[in-house]
């Protein structure tokens, strides 16, 4: 039922957003146009100040706290998705750039958590329903060994990040490395639950985008040379906008999509193809 004086809209789907940084929240805004959202995040003044701005704007949004690398906190975010009745979309945002955390710490928020909240949220996908976990170009620019690859194909593990410092040379364990690592595993990811997925009658592809404005982005270049590098070498000649990547989600996750599964969409203006120099 609809309470009068507020925007609730019972009658839409579901859209789960996590992660309420930048990025997260214009993804948010852009979703919010047709769905209810869930705005999850483990810091919970980020998820409440976020799903409370999409409120003022006429949205429909609940926050949830939620730290995507402990199972039992995710486990408890697909009950919370259960009691709402399912999802029509996820759209998995969070993650940490090299600059701002330890190679554990991005291979644990940035896979493995994607991961096991990929897996947790299956069950309540509606028929139709799109998972788009954002990954980055950095995953196009990385080609592991088959030791590497091996660790990967087994992203559920809380000790993955162990398992692929071991499976890397002592001066490849960097964070930088870790990112590359941790955004190549979801594609994979994507690439091998399309099956599972598609029983259900439900997509799940990622989504690279190359240099997006975003705080993180700026944080970045501000501390990395090679980010100044790839901006130099972008054909379109500047960043991605985190609206023009909010659009691309929105897409991924409407009827317009309906048999885009189980691949990578790069969003990068063009800069893969001129560091591969075809
Ligand atoms: N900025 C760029 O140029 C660029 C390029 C390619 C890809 N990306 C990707 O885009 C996304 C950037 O998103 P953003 O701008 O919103 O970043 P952000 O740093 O603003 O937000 C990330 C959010 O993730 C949350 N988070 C961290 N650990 C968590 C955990 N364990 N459980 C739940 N939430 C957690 C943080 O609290 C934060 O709110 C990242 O996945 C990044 O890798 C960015």
Same mark, same amino acid.
């Given at each position: 039922m609809h309470e009068l004086g507020t925007s609730e809209r019972p009658d839409w789907?579901?859209?789960?957003?996590?992660g309420a940084g930048g990025l997260g929240t214009a993804v948010a805004r852009r979703l919010g146009q047709q769905h209810r959202l869930l705005i999850v995040d483990i810091d919970k003044d980020k998820a409440d +100040?976020? =799903?409370?701005?999409?409120?003022?704007?006429?949205?429909?949004?609940?926050?949830?706290?939620?730290?995507?690398?402990? &199972?039992?906190?995710?486990? +408890?975010? =697909?009950?919370?998705?259960?009691?709402r009745g399912g999802f029509a979309g996820l759209a998995h945002v969070a993650?940490?750039? &090299?600059?701002?955390a330890d190679f554990e710490s991005i291979v644990r928020v940035n896979l493995t958590g994607a991961a096991l909240v990929t897996r947790a949220?299956?069950?309540?996908a509606e028929p139709g329903a799109a998972a788009i976990l954002i990954a980055s170009l950095a995953a196009h620019t990385v080609t592991p060994s088959a030791a590497v690859e091996a660790v990967l194909r087994d992203p559920h593990d809380a000790r993955t990040a162990t398992r692929l410092k071991e499976a890397l040379g002592e001066e490849e364990r960097t964070s930088a490395m870790a990112y590359q690592l941790s955004k190549y595993g979801l594609l994979s990811l994507c690439r091998r639950e399309a099956w599972t997925w598609g029983q259900r009658g439900a997509r799940i592809v990622s989504l690279s985008p190359g240099l997006i404005a975003t705080p993180m982005g700026a944080f970045e270049f501000a501390r990395s040379p090679v980010k100044h590098d790839l901006y130099v070498r972008t054909p379109l000649a500047r960043e991605?906008?985190?609206?023009e990547i909010a659009g691309v989600v929105a897409f991924l996750a409407s009827d317009q999509a309906s048999f885009i599964s189980g691949t990578d969409i790069l969003v990068d203006g063009g800069l893969a193809g001129t560091l591969r120099g075809d």
């Open positions: 789907s579901l859209a789960v957003v996590i +100040e976020v =799903a409370r701005r999409m409120r003022d704007e006429g949205g429909d949004a609940e926050p949830v706290d939620c730290d995507i690398t402990r &199972p039992e906190s995710v486990l +408890e975010l =697909a009950e919370e998705v259960k009691r993650g940490l750039s &090299p600059s701002a949220l299956l069950p309540c991605c906008t985190m609206i």
